[in-house]
């Protein structure tokens, strides 16, 4: 196994429990991919804001199953948007009727649509069109100008246009299924002690079952020899008779695309994704009244703020609000290999915009992170560029969020691809076994 995300450690964990022998190799120091966390005020945070929503069934199971499921808090949430100069609510039909931005025949096209999405159960009338064409025909010109433009580009940039309405669509659908019935609001699940728990519990009990994870022990290539597989690493090699990449697509390709066919290497050096630029601020005040901040507004320099604080109390962190500010960004974006400084200096007067009482020493402290691959940029015929589990090379599976369709990226969704990859390991060596 390569890679000791969420997925990697599900799907170690499944294969264990058929009686295979798995080693896991990560090329960091923890295990859990974008779940990674970091200490503020003595207490363990995700580096990248994370939560659950009610639909998230794989996630919740896999809790339950490991006993940590009684850790996971349901608690109200708080959403807003900027958009034209000032802060507006943003989570309830009361709210939308406030939005002065919109006009009523605006609102009224934009209410039905989004029920249209919430209570439509198939991609196919989403997947070939793309979100500008399919919003400016049923909600209209301005909420596409006024709301889903900015967002889309603020999180796709210059492939905001290109982005499939069957991405958009089931962001919408899954948030509405985490809505009451009421859709007056909802509550988002969070692990007490960090999500990281959950990671901690798969470490355990993947030791228990004789799994060894080498951590801070990068992959340099996958070859093939033997008939099986040799994982060369910093510290070494280990001859494998199958492997699991579960891992992004450009690092896939860098440590095995030389066993890839010309075409299919090509396919998958096509798919694009956007990295994530998260900065995390320890304040000495609350920054806004959400936990959840949209920025429609293609001036700011940053896509989204999340004050976790607002909706996790800030006792847990020493009494300090946290505030995530998050952007995606291609990662030829010269923001995104800015030093931390400059990062900040590139936010401090968006911060002024939103609160103009904002100083910046109210920032106690700053941390700062990357991860170069954190959402693949679905387009339209993406369905046809899926990579499939099992590659070209018998014997080779690739687990990664370019597969998760027509859901987007997200922790339960790692345990769902994981539990699937071990499956189609499990079967394929059936298959080869009856056939011997």
Request: charged share 25%; with cysteine.
């Amino acid at each position: 196994m390569v890679g000791a995300g969420l997925a990697g450690l599900t799907a170690a964990l499944r294969l264990s429990e058929a009686g295979y022998r798995v080693r896991v190799f990560e090329r960091y120091p923890r295990p859990g991919g974008l779940a990674r966390i970091c200490d503020v005020g003595g207490e363990p945070l995700e580096a990248f804001y994370h939560h659950l929503f009610t639909t998230d069934s794989a996630y919740l199971r896999l809790s339950e199953e490991l006993g940590v499921a009684d850790r996971i808090e349901w608690l109200p949430s708080r959403m807003g948007i900027w958009a034209d100069n000032r802060l507006w609510d943003f989570a309830t039909p009361q709210a939308l009727l406030r939005f002065g931005p919109l006009g009523w025949t605006d609102k009224v096209r934009f209410v039905l649509a989004t029920l249209r999405l919430q209570h439509c159960h198939d991609p196919a009338p989403f997947e070939d069109v793309t979100a500008r064409d399919w919003i400016r025909r049923h909600m209209g010109p301005r909420v596409w100008d006024v709301i889903w433009g900015p967002l889309l580009h603020q999180k796709f940039a210059e492939m905001a246009d290109e982005v499939a309405m069957v991405w958009l669509w089931r962001k919408v659908y899954l948030r509405g299924r985490s809505r009451s019935s009421t859709g007056m609001g909802e509550k988002l699940g969070y692990m007490r002690g960090s999500f990281a728990g959950l990671v901690e519990a798969l470490e355990q009990r993947l030791a228990a079952s004789g799994v060894t994870i080498d951590l801070a022990d990068p992959v340099a290539a996958i070859d093939r020899v033997d008939g099986g597989f040799e994982v060369r690493t910093r510290r070494g090699a280990a001859r494998a008779e199958r492997v699991v990449a579960a891992i992004p697509v450009p690092d896939y390709l860098e440590v095995a695309g030389h066993l890839l066919p010309d075409t299919h290497r090509d396919g998958l050096s096509r798919l694009r994704a956007t990295g994530a630029l998260c900065t995390l601020l320890e304040l000495e005040r609350s920054l806004t009244p959400y936990y959840w901040l949209n920025i429609a507004d293609s001036e700011m320099p940053f896509g989204g703020l999340i004050e976790h604080t607002n909706y996790v109390p800030a006792s847990r962190y020493a009494g300090r609000p946290l505030l995530y500010i998050s952007n995606y960004l291609f990662t030829d974006h010269p923001l995104y290999r800015a030093s931390k400084a400059e990062v900040l200096d590139t936010y401090l007067p968006g911060l002024r915009r939103i609160n103009p009482d904002f100083e910046p020493s109210w920032i106690v402290k700053s941390h700062h992170f990357r991860a170069d691959y954190a959402q693949p940029v679905v387009t339209v015929g993406y369905r046809d560029q899926i990579p499939a589990l099992q590659t070209p090379v018998p014997g080779l599976y690739l687990c990664s969020m370019a597969q998760v369709y027509p859901e987007d990226r997200g922790q339960n969704y790692a345990v769902v691809w994981g539990e699937k990859v071990a499956r189609a390991v499990i079967a394929d060596h059936a298959a080869d076994t009856s056939g011997s």
